[in-house]
């Protein structure tokens, strides 16, 4: 016993010291496993939105929501396809030039429109006035051309 306290006596200040250096590298783990634990805290009530929900249900409903998600975004890109395709036949080209057909009458009040779909399809629309009369013309268009004789003003409002 007397040897005990002997080593004690001599070594007491080195004793202290390594304890010291125990107790400051523990606080120090402490300090940082109490930090990692308040980020999960966080991110458990980020996920739970501050319930105490059982993370099985949890990740149940979440991947429900995501699965109808999914389901919804496909209905709404094949809703998509569906109304580009549908649009393909729609108007999409329309060019309007005015013009004085005749040199007698004044102002440019005859014109010639042209309406086409995305494949140059469609109509074009013509309007003659004279001093007498106003007269109309509507001609088929397919794939940028007509088969009746078209004239120079309806020519420039074809793509």
């Known amino acids: 016993m007397e040897n005990i306290n002997l080593v004690l006596q001599n070594y007491l200040l080195l004793v202290i010291i ?3 250096a ?9 300090k940082g496993q109490k930090k990692e634990l308040q980020a999960l805290k966080e ?23 995501v699965r109808a998600a999914k389901a919804e975004m496909q209905a709404l890109e094949e809703n998509q396809q569906a109304m580009r395709e549908q ?6 080209k329309v060019k309007l030039m005015r013009y004085n057909a005749f040199a007698d009458t004044g102002s440019d ?8 779909d995305e494949n140059n399809n469609g109509v074009v629309l013509s309007s003659i006035y004279g001093r007498e ?3 109309t013309y509507a001609k088929p268009i397919e794939n940028g051309k007509s088969t009746y004789n078209l004239s120079e003003e309806e020519k420039k409002v074809l793509p």
């Open 133 to 135: 009369d106003n007269r």
């Open 109 to 116: 009040l005859s014109y010639s429109l042209s309406l086409l």
């Open 87 to 92: 649009m393909k036949g729609c108007v999409q």
């Open 18 to 20: 390594v304890l010291l």
């Open 43 to 65: 991110k458990y009530d980020f996920f739970t939105q501050g319930d105490n929900v059982n993370w099985d249900e949890l990740l149940t409903k979440t991947l429900t929501e």
């Open 22 to 30: 125990l107790v400051i590298m523990l606080y120090v783990m402490y």
